[in-house]
């Protein structure tokens, strides 16, 4: 019966593998590690997904569902980046409300439009003011994609050093992101040392991720590296250090492989940590106890 229910999980653990188009390397990496039943989903998981939206739609219409089914997917806590000043009272309402949620307050790169000349003011007093579950600046960052006149770069420039400010000024982590603009963000951070956070939703090189790493910053892990196309960034992840990586879904945005054109939600995490685990070689509990814990330390969850 044993031998027999092993055969079936391996034949599987084959068939996804091949769907998510790894090697036969990496298949046979991440056997499970045995378990007593009496042991608690949060104490045999316990994943943290270090970016979601989770006011944004459809989350925001029923946030105690969505919560519930992901922890039941063993996902126990989660931080939700806030993108304008007129969503940080959403994003910190959520955090009274559900247990293991967390904020972070910012000003988005491509909310240019909603951003004012007040809005870093505002920032600073709200973070003055913030409780105990608002743990990051952010979501910051660049993004010269959306961004092709200098104007909008200069002005994205500005909001994104005026939060690194504010980052180093409250010993907070800062969540960034970066689209067309690596270089840039990197010089930027670099010029202000001891600031510490997560370059979200990372696709680059080994030597960015270790660039990125040198100028104290994890990688933030997601969606992109669940695609057989994406062979630069599961390289670079195959060989960048466990101890600077993070998990994350970018929900609702970022929808894994196979999952095209439906909402992304934080119960992905768990695919997100299969793919990440068989690419590292590692047993999959070890991936998400060394992750949990670097997103722990990073955060300095209550």
């Excluded at 660049?142 to 200098?150: E, G, K, S």
């Excluded at 057989?228 to 390289?235: N, P, Y």
Aim: proline share 5%; with cysteine; net charge neutral.
């Amino acid at each position: 019966m044993m031998i027999a229910r092993i055969k079936r999980w391996v034949a599987g653990y084959d068939a996804w593998c091949q769907r998510m188009g790894l090697g036969e390397d990496n298949r046979r990496s991440c056997v499970p590690i045995k378990r007593s039943e009496n042991t608690p989903p949060h104490k045999r998981l316990s994943m943290i997904d270090t970016h979601c939206h989770f006011d944004f739609s459809p989350f925001r219409d029923a946030p105690e569902r969505y919560w519930q089914a992901a922890r039941e997917s063993g996902v126990m806590r989660m931080v939700v980046p806030g993108v304008s000043e007129s969503n940080w009272s959403a994003v910190l309402s959520l955090t009274e409300r559900l247990q293991g949620v967390y904020a972070g307050l910012g000003l988005h790169p491509c909310f240019l439009d909603v951003h004012t000349d007040t809005s870093l003011d505002k920032l600073d007093q709200a973070l003055a003011a913030r409780p105990a579950r608002c743990v990051a600046v952010g979501e910051a960052g660049l993004d010269f994609f959306v961004a092709n006149q200098d104007a909008a770069q200069q002005r994205q420039q500005a909001l994104l050093e005026g939060q690194l400010w504010l980052a180093r000024h409250y010993d907070l982590p800062i969540i960034l992101h970066s689209r067309k603009a690596h270089n840039q963000l990197l010089r930027t951070v670099k010029a202000y040392p001891g600031v510490r956070g997560v370059l979200h939703a990372f696709s680059g090189s080994e030597q960015q991720g270790k660039q990125f790493i040198d100028a104290g910053l994890m990688l933030g892990v997601g969606g992109t590296v669940t695609y057989s196309r994406a062979q630069k960034t599961r390289r670079a992840i195959a060989q960048l250090p466990l101890e600077h990586l993070v998990l994350e879904t970018d929900a609702p945005d970022m929808p894994l492989a196979g999952f095209q054109g439906k909402p992304n939600t934080p119960s992905q995490v768990s695919r997100v940590a299969d793919v990440v685990a068989a690419l590292k070689s590692c047993d999959r509990d070890h991936l998400v106890a060394e992750t949990s814990d670097n997103a722990e330390r990073l955060f300095g969850f209550d």
